[in-house]
Every structure is written in structure tokens, then in C-alpha cells.
């Protein structure tokens, strides 16, 4: 993997891989029906036609720009504080909380009827001058009472949280980023969501970062993991945003909706927090149109908020980034958003599986998938409904090769599955799901199907992949 550029204002923050890995779009999860309506006029309404929000970042210090506001207010129904939530701007001085501009840009949101994503409670950046100096137990308190207080301050006003903000480092560590917080114990994570659920039992807690949207890099690998053991032991965690900033040394990666569908398969909705995507007309368009379709391909994708209004309002104004130009005319990445949205708003229902997508051949082993942490399953679990169960080869390399295997849910629903793999398949290195011989068996919390619903279950076999086939599935 090409080491990654880390640069901010100014500089590209976002890493790359640059080595080429096959990837087969991996069956999709989302199969509901939808109500037919009539296709929406703004990026709200045409979400809201697949149960989704559209959302953007504001800026407090731009509500008096009217341009901005009346854009603002007429196309977006998820507004986060683009800074004014932070930690810098809501605690300036130890245990003197601020959130005055914070509460600007909540009131406005509420007196126009929009939700609010919080953004965000706990991160090595923008943290107060005072914090900045501390280390040890010291910091670990301090950091948890903001998280309280804030999340307290806040209470039943807020959708989600990003809790915990950018703790993985970029590169092919696949760990965590060295920070003073870190530096406490790497246990700070857990205790921020622990916190911040006790503080507003209400809002949805998820973990955010960048970087994360290539399914193959490490950094996401590490995320998945992190989540993957949250999830098997109970850390209050609802949510992992994909902040998905992308530029032309930075683009969309292939794998993207296979990104969303891990995450997703682990029991979290995942969000697409901070989108924008540098360049211009078409082709900017086109990318714009990729990562929308990609939400809209995954049930538990639920959201989309744009990193800003207006090309001029965005962090990185010099690329352009953004769905309106600075005198706030709808760009062609608008269009493309708003007619993407659109395409599942009548009674159509997001398709269920993805074309392939040709890469070329893989000559080294892909970033090692993370072990199952939940304990083999000796007992298979009740199983009832019929179901049906596809494999596909995701990826493959000399000696091995991952597979990926889609189990849909018949008429009746289940409460359970067993996947009996094909022949000659060995392996022991299963996730979202329990391996015991050649039977994969549903993890806790991938079980239960509704009716035509589909989860997927992944794995690394040894030697030859065998072709796509249709599995027994009971
Ligand atoms: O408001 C002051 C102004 O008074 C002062 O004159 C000026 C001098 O530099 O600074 C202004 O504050 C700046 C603020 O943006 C408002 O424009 C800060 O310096 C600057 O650091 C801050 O940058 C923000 C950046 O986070 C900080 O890390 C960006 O607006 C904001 O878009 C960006 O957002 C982050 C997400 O929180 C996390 N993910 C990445 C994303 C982009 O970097």
C-alpha cells in the first residue's frame, strides 16, 4: 500500500492505497419496499422518498448570508456544526462550558424542522489549550466530563453523535492514532460512548473518520475490527460514519458500497458524515452519483450530509467541492445527487445485487480480515423460514482468496441460519458469522431476517476459489 499523504488545510488529509484489488461488488443488503411518491424538488425531499436524510455542514458565522440560509434551509433536513460543537468551541476554559454558538445553530435547525447530527464530543483536535497539556487520569476525567457535559447540555436534541472523532491512524498499521488521549489507555473510546450513553440515552453514538471508505486499506480494517468488538461486547455504539472526503489522489474508491455493507453487517447504521468530492461538472457528477447510489444500495445506509453549502463555504474551496457553486446555481453533482435520489423514490426498491466491477489481478494477499472475536457456536441455533444463500468471490490471490456469501430470507422471515460451503471449501477465518466444520451459522445479532432481507457473511479460503455458486442454506 502506497504510504498515505496526512495533510490538512492545504494539504490532502486523506491517504491512499494505490495497489489495484479485484473487487467483486459484494451482494447488497437493502430489499424493502417502498411507498410510491412523487420525486422531490430538493436533496431533502428526494431522501426522504427512501427513508434517508440529505444533510450539510453549517457554519454559525454564515446564517446571516441569506443565499446561504435560504439554500440551506430549502435543501437539507440533517444539519451538523460545521466546529461549534467541538471541544474547543463548547468547553474554552476548563469546566466553563460555552454553547452559544453551538445553541445558534441547533435553534435554527429546530425552528425550521431539521434534525442535528453533534459533532463532535472526543478528539485529539481542536481540543481546548488546557486539555492540549494534560495527560494521564487527569485527561482521561477531563475528557469524560466534557463528553457528559455536552451530551448532557444537548439531551434529547440530537440525532446522532460523532463520539469519538479520528482515532485511527492513517497508513498500514490498521491501529489506533498516538494521542495525548490515546495515551491514556486505549480504552478512552469505549469510556467516551459508555459516557456519552449514560449523558443522552436518546441519540444514536457513532464512531467517525476518514480514510475509512476503501474496504481494502488497513485504517478501515481497524475501524471494523474496533466496531466488530464493540458490538460483541456490548460498548453502546449505533453508528460509524464515513466522513468520505475525496479528491483525484483521493477518489471513490471501487469498493465503497462494499464498505457500507460490512460496517452495516456488524448491527450499525452507517452514515455518510462529510461528503465532498473535488473537481467539476461531469465527472464530478458521476462521483457524486457513485456515492449516493452506494447509500442508497445498503437498507442501514440512513444518511448523507455534504461537508457545506456552497463551493465557497467549504473547507477546501479550491477544489470545488461541493453541490452548489458560490453564488449558490445548482451544480451538475447536484442534478446527479437529486436524480440518484430520486430513482428509488417511486415503487422501485433498491436493487439487490451490484455489477461486477474489473480491476486488475491482485498479486498480494489483501489486508488480513479481522479474526471473529465471538466464540466458536457449538450448538447451532434454532433455525426456522426457508432462505436462500449465493457465494461470490470477492477478491483472490496466489493460494487463497476471499469469498462472500449472501443469505436472503424466503417468505416467512428467519430466526436463524446454517450455510453449508461448497466441497473442498476449508476455512477458519469467518466473520459475521460462526464456523463450525464446513456450517457457517448466523451471528447474534445477523439472524433475524424479514422477509426477503439479506445479510452476507464473509471469509478466506485456502488454495483455488471455487466458482459463484448457490449454497444449501436452511
Ligand atoms: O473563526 C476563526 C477566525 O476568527 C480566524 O480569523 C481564523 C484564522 O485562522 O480562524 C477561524 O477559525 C477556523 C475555523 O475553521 C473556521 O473557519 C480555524 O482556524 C480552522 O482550524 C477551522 O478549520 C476547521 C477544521 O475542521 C479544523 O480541524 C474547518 O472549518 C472544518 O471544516 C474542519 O472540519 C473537519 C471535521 O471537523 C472533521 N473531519 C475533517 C474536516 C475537514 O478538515
Known sequence: MTPPSTLRRGRSHVARGASAVAI??????????????????TLQDAAKGSGRYFGTAIAASRLNDSTY??????????????????????????????FSQGDRIL???QQNGKQVRGHALAWYSQQPGWMQNMSGTQLRNAMLNHVTGVATHYKGKIYAWDVVNEAFADGSSGGRRDSNLERTGSDWIEAAFRAARAADPGAKLCYNDYNTDDWTHAKTQGVYRMVSDFKSRGVPIDCVGLQSHFNPQSPV????????????????????????????????AENFRKVTQAC?????????????????????????????????NKKA??????DTLNSVSGTTPPPTSTPPVTTPPVTTPPVTTPPVTTPPVTTPPPVSGSCSAALTIANSWPGGYQGTVTVTAGSSGLNGWRVTLPGGVSTNNVWNGNVSGSVVSNAPYNGSLG????????????GNAPGAATLTCS
Open 69 to 98: 440560509s435560504t439554500i440551506a434551509n430549502r435543501e437539507f433536513n440533517m444539519i451538523t456544526a460545521e466546529n461549534e460543537m467541538k471541544m474547543d468551541a463548547t468547553e474554552p476554559n476548563q469546566n466553563q462550558f460555552n
Open 253 to 284: 474508491p471501487a469498493n465503497y458500497q462494499t464498505t457500507i455493507e460490512r460496517f452495516a453487517a456488524l448491527g450499525v447504521d452507517v452514515q455518510i458524515t462529510e461528503l465532498d468530492i473535488e473537481g467539476s461538472g461531469q465527472q464530478q
Open 451 to 462: 422477509a426477503g432481507q439479506s445479510t452476507s457473511f464473509g471469509f478466506i479460503g485456502q
Open 107 to 109: 435553534n435554527w435547525a
Open 333 to 338: 453533482a447536484y442534478t446527479a445527487v437529486l
Open 24 to 41: 467483486l461488488a459484494l451482494g447488497v443488503t437493502a430489499a424493502v419496499a417502498i411507498p410510491a411518491q412523487a420525486a422531490g424538488s
Open 296 to 328: 442508497l444500495n445498503v437498507a442501514r445506509c440512513t444518511g448523507i450530509t455534504v461537508w457545506g453549502v456552497r463551493d465557497t463555504d467549504s473547507w477546501r474551496a479550491s477544489g470545488t467541492p461541493l453541490l452548489f457553486d458560490g453564488s449558490g
